[in-house]
């Protein structure tokens, strides 16, 4: 009897970049959980996604929903990202992260970051942030899976999408201060990073995100990731790079 075919590819590192960008680059995710009062059968909702400094996608639900109901039970969940374009849905790419919820508590300086992250990348959210029956979750990847298209099926690891850099506490210091400099004083630089290195229409881009791995940029309801070349040391590095990443018009 022959073997049965492996169908997946050896994950190498284009498949990892595509992995983080389709999950740092999300908006909005299927979020599976597994619903404690219907004897284990799964429960699938849609939530918006956020990306902590580390690369860890973060959710903000109500703890009335089902699915908060469901992760506080039973803390294992998926998360389904990637957008269908045009023709088939099963063309485009898509990325399954098996992951651990972790409840986040309200009085503590990773709430505030959380926070301040969340309300730029849906600034929408504002209106129910603070309710007391809110809260946010950070989703710890513990593996993932990965279809880039018909054919190229790969499975990756929780370290192939973490954002693991010495600079990252010193980034997310700055983080509120480089983002509104930037915005604020190089929006032609910002519009290059989103039409020229992610390929975005044009449109009035902001930068509501950087991190060790890259910038997240958004236009309304448009979400685009720049991924930098390698993740940054030191945080004395990101100026440079942006720089680098600015040819015909870096000052």
Known sequence: MSEKPNVLRETDEEARKLARVLLRSARSGALAAIEPASDGFPFVSRVLVGIDIDGTPVILVSRLSTHTQALTADRRASLLTGEPGKGDPLAHPR????????????????HLRLRERFLRRHPKSKLYVDFPDFGFFRLNPLRASLNGGFGRAYVLTAEDLAIASPAAAAIAEMEGGAIEHMNADHAEA????????????EG???IVGIDSAGLDLSDGDRLR???????LADA??????????????AS
């Open 95 to 110: 990325l399954t992260v098996q992951c651990e919820a972790e409840a986040v508590p309200r009085d503590c300086a990773l």
């Open 204 to 206: 009035d881009w902001k």
């Open 190 to 201: 910002v519009r290059y990073y989103a039409t020229t290195h992610c390929r975005a229409p």
């Open 236 to 249: 004395a590095e990101l100026r440079p790079i942006l720089k680098k990443t600015l040819p015909l018009i």
């Open 225 to 231: 990731r720049l991924e930098f070349e390698t993740p």
